[in-house]
């Protein structure tokens, strides 16, 4: 295939306001963002190549991190600009149609659930709260100190101060570590707990993602919950007071809480069914 595909980041209403929002807008591949409308709906979309948006090379596309960012980075900027102006529901990541006409099917099909989510979403913001066990941050046990494991103290030493042979002494460096790593989950599961109850009292939905894993998320500890919540925008002041009063300040726990965001978490079951995509291929 040659030429180019439309790529869409979301649905919003046609409205004026959505024409200003992607005025002089770049997005995906560096293309202009523009508006495709159908009525009282309109897409956000840009012209992208088809040659790296095809079926075959758009998966290879998906296995590089680097052009996986870029793309992310750029679908988030157009998405993050359009909710500035007007409520919208973001589509997942590298949505291809074969060209506008086959967008505005896209809109039809669509219409209802589109429009019901929108009036859902309209004046509502998403945030983010992760939570992480860090078992790093957790206090060491003192020198020489018989730790929550009952052996002897750290460094080598063993009961009553005795040296204790490279083996044990690893053994025991070993067990404290999985003792730390232990308690550190422990405490992250119960903050999570009591965060999610202080962010659930605020918000309207909440969404439960998969943790995290991978180097880039074992820097900040071991990932124990990652959770979404929609809420009132005015309502963020009082959710970020809450969710971190609920939080505290155990060491060996770290809430991160980001937003507020375009309600991505919460656009799920507007679209039509995957089967009526297309697929350029």
Known sequence: MSGSVSYLYGVAEALPALGDAVAGLTGVAG?????????????????????????????????????LEAVARAHHGVVDAVAGRATVLPLRLATIYRDDERVRDLLRAGRAAFRSRLSRLAGHVE??????????????????????????????????????????????????ERTARDDAHRAAAEAAGRIHEAARAHA????????????????????????????????????????????????????EVTGPWAPYSFAAGAAVEPEEEETPG
Do not use: C, M, T
């Open 31 to 67: 293309a202009p963002v523009r508006v495709v409308a159908e009525e009282d709906l309109a897409a956000v979309v840009s012209a992208v190549p088809a040659a790296d948006f095809e079926e075959r090379p758009l998966a290879a596309h998906l296995e590089d991190l680097e052009w």
């Open 204 to 255: 309207v939905e909440h969404v439960r993602h998969r943790a995290q894993h991978g180097p880039l998320v074992r820097e900040h500890g071991e990932n124990i919950s990652n959770d979404a919540y929609l809420l009132p925008a005015d309502a963020s002041e009082a959710f970020l007071a809450a969710v971190r009063e609920a939080a505290g300040s155990d060491a060996p726990v770290r809430a």
């Open 127 to 176: 945030w983010g709260v992760k939570v992480y066990a860090d078992a790093s941050a957790a206090a060491p046990a003192p020198a020489g100190s018989g730790g929550s494991d009952g052996s002897g103290g750290s460094g080598g030493g063993g009961p009553g101060g005795e040296e204790l042979s490279p083996g044990r002494a690893y053994l025991l460096g070993r067990r404290r």
